[in-house]
């Protein structure tokens, strides 16, 4: 227990004098008034007055079951007696007198009997010891929260391992196939094959070029989590053709929608103004809410992603799906770091992406929410600042 200097040299009495205080400013007045009225009480009979900072010394106050502050405190071996509120000095006042019977009968009974223990010793020995078994207590309380922890963050990491090889071969095998089908564009002399054009060529590469941002982002986004929602989040904007990013998106998942036979609508105009963004951030943005809308949309459904110069200065991007919806009250938290609705479990994925997708956006002083009825879908909205070069 840290205290302050002593006002006068400690008596041998039956009590201790406690003071607790807080930081408020005018704690300093409050200890300065108790001070001098205890140096005028206790002119005959020295006592010493400990200063006790609630912040630093929660383990006292809890031991006393303060409420509040400040508090003067006598405590006795077997007992102890609060005084507290504004008129601390009008209650010493009164309470003085009676302490120093008790300081007289102590000595009394002391010098009848010299083998009865210091009282003063007794009583420091049991605060002592009832402040330090709350101490201990809460730390290991602490301890377990902290052990918990660090089993959920193993058990999130393991989950992440064992479903980062699943998803990460879709995006491998596709641009695996791309490359391989490029290879078969030319002959052993080098010459191109007469049935590949050169539009084919190029979206042949255009695709593996999206499936390797791809797998890109989804390390990125394993990482991030890894590092917990207090890491830094690195975005460079600078300006962006967002139709042009929302086109390459939308055409590197044409293979998934093709899978599910899934349809793509966009509506995006093209006199759309170029916003001020991180290319690859918005990116991952995008690729996370159309995988999303990918998964939960059932096959042969319809997803549409639409944009709209909504004021001069916020382009808003939205995604929509004719899923299964999200429930109102859940609504919020999906943006929470590793939240996933109960029937997402049996689904692949980590619960991090919206939780990504939201620092995205909030770096880039835009907004994300989700407008979502139960059976008929989601949509998902966000914005991004304007260009204004």
């Known amino acids: 227990m840290e205290a302050d200097a002593p006002l006068l040299p400690a008596a041998n009495g039956p009590f201790k004098l406690l003071l607790f205080i807080d930081k408020r400013p005018n704690s300093t007045e409050q200890v300065r008034r108790i001070r001098q009225q205890l140096k005028v009480l206790s002119a005959a009979e020295p006592m010493s007055l400990e200063i006790v900072d609630v912040t630093n010394q929660p383990y006292l106050a809890e031991h006393f079951k303060l409420v509040a502050t400040p508090a003067l405190i006598k405590v006795s071996a077997d007992n102890h007696q609060v005084l507290a509120g504004s008129d601390i000095e009008t209650q010493l006042a009164h309470w003085w007198p009676r302490w120093q019977r008790e300081i007289e009968e102590n000595r009394r009974l002391t010098d009848m009997d010299t083998s009865l223990p210091n009282a003063k010793n007794i009583t420091v020995d049991a605060v002592t010891q009832s402040t330090d078994i709350l101490r201990l207590a809460d730390e290991i309380f602490k301890l377990n929260q902290e052990k918990e922890s660090l089993s959920a963050q193993l058990a999130f990491k393991d989950r992440i391992i064992s479903m980062m090889a699943h998803d990460l071969r879709n995006p491998l095998t596709a641009a695996s196939i791309a490359i391989e089908t490029l290879e078969l564009a030319y002959e052993p002399d080098g010459k191109k094959a007469k049935k590949?054009?050169?539009?084919?060529?190029?979206?042949?590469?255009?695709?593996?070029?999206?499936?390797?941002?791809?797998?890109?982002?989804?390390?990125?986004?394993?990482?991030?989590?890894?590092?917990?929602?207090?890491?830094?989040?690195?975005?460079?904007?600078?300006?962006?053709?967002?139709?042009?990013?929302?086109?390459?998106v939308m055409d590197s998942f044409q293979p998934k929608l093709n899978s599910k036979h899934q349809k793509l609508e966009p509506d995006i105009p093209q006199d759309l103004p170029y916003v001020y963004a991180d290319s690859d951030q918005v990116q991952r943005v995008l690729s996370n809410l159309i995988d999303n809308a990918i998964?939960?949309?059932?096959?042969?459904?319809?997803?549409?992603?639409?944009?709209?110069?909504?004021?001069?200065?916020?382009?808003?991007?939205?995604?929509?799906?004719?899923?299964?919806?999200?429930?109102?009250?859940?609504?919020?938290?999906i943006f929470e770091e590793n939240f996933r609705l109960q029937r997402d479990h049996s689904k692949d994925g980590y619960g991090l992406g919206l939780a990504l997708c939201q620092r995205i956006v909030r770096a880039h002083y835009g907004q994300i929410w989700v407008d979502s009825k139960q059976g008929e879908g989601s949509c998902f909205h966000f914005t991004l600042p304007v260009y204004r070069g």
């Open 295 to 333: 998964k939960y949309t059932p096959p042969h459904g319809k997803i549409g992603i639409a944009a709209l110069h909504r004021t001069t200065v916020i382009v808003q991007i939205s995604i929509r799906d004719n899923g299964p919806g999200i429930p109102r009250d859940n609504q919020k938290s």
């Open 196 to 248: 590949f054009t050169p539009e084919l060529v190029l979206h042949l590469l255009k695709n593996t070029k999206a499936q390797i941002r791809t797998i890109n982002s989804m390390i990125t986004e394993i990482l991030q989590a890894a590092r917990g929602p207090s890491a830094n989040l690195k975005v460079a904007p600078q300006e962006l053709d967002i139709q042009s990013l929302c086109t390459d």
